[in-house]
């Protein structure tokens, strides 16, 4: 069974997927179209953090921030 929990920055699995993450995104993206986020603007205000388990397996992490109606255009 999948569980959902919010949360999970202090967990190393959660460290270790974020940062390369964050690698592959530096790596492959230009900077104007990269959207990835570290863990410092994960955890300000406004933004949810979810983490997908399977038992202690991470299987997967999404953000979500509610933006500016001008920005979502």
Known sequence: MI???E??????AVRAL???HLEQAEGSTPPENRHAMDASLLRA?????????????????A????VEPAMAS
């Open 18 to 20: 974020l940062r390369l």
């Open 63 to 66: 953000a979500l921030k509610q």
């Open 45 to 61: 205000a406004g933004v949810q953090f979810f983490t997908a388990w399977e038992g202690e397996q991470l299987l997967g992490m």
């Open 3 to 5: 569980a959902i929990r």
């Open 7 to 12: 949360g999970g920055f202090d967990h190393p």
